[in-house]
T-cell receptor, first 108, second 116 residues
């Protein structure tokens, strides 16, 4: 499977601030998926990006796939306390390799 | 919307006992997975299952573990003789397809296993 590094590992923001997490691979990715895990919850699929330069939006969440298909980002505009959780861009092969993800804490 | 279900939600067992964790994957999915997450740690892949046989497994998935699809709907993980370090949340997941092109995986709510 391909190895994907994600930064930052932790982010603490005030409610209303923006948040971005980045995933970087040394090799070209065929696709990238994003998942979210709430504290005490299970991983939940958010989105899959396939095309070079692809941008997809889900309400306040914007997902981008780099032109070279080696990096991706998730940007949350005006965070809310419901955004709390860990966001993952697992590297994929025969299974998902989750890594540590980015843990987001939002304080009111 | 279809979802993966898991039973029980919590299981407490004595060290050395056998446990069976049950999952009902999404009905038209062909690939099934087990992952585990030790408290405070990352989600780890255990095993994938396709066409009634194991397709991949991690080094965690040793001889104490086995998987089965006993009928057309259930997918089970058996731990033969539980150890303290088996205490974790166990997630079942399923996907329509799998292999090198990773299809989206849908996770169940998990079974929290505590070995005493």
């Amino acid at each position: 499977g391909q190895q994907v590094m994600q930064i930052p590992q932790y982010q603490h923001v005030q409610e209303g601030e923006d948040f971005t997490t980045y995933c970087n691979s040394s090799t070209t990715l065929s696709n990238i998926q994003w998942y979210k895990q709430r504290p005490g919850g299970h991983p939940v699929f958010l989105i899959q990006l396939v095309k070079s330069g692809e941008v997809k939006k889900q309400k306040r969440l914007t997902f981008q796939f780099g032109e070279a298909k080696k990096n991706s980002s998730l940007h949350i505009t005006a965070t809310q306390t419901t955004d709390v959780g860990t966001y993952f861009c697992p590297s994929s092969g025969y299974a998902l390799n989750f890594g540590k993800g980015t843990s987001l804490l939002v304080t009111p | 919307e279809p979802e993966v279900t898991q039973t029980p939600s919590h299981q407490v067992t004595q060290m050395g006992q056998e446990v069976i964790l049950r999952c009902v994957p999404i009905s038209n999915h062909l690939y099934f997975y087990w992952y585990r997450q030790i408290l405070g740690q990352k989600v780890e892949f255990l095993v994938s299952f396709y066409n009634n046989e194991i397709s991949e497994k991690s080094e965690i998935f040793d001889d104490q573990f086995s998987v089965e699809r006993p009928d057309g709907s259930n997918f089970t993980l058996k731990i033969r003789s539980t150890k303290l370090e088996d205490s974790a949340m166990y997630f079942c997941a399923s996907s329509r397809t799998g292999g090198a092109w990773s299809e989206t995986q849908y996770f169940g709510p998990g079974t929290r296993l505590l070995v005493l």
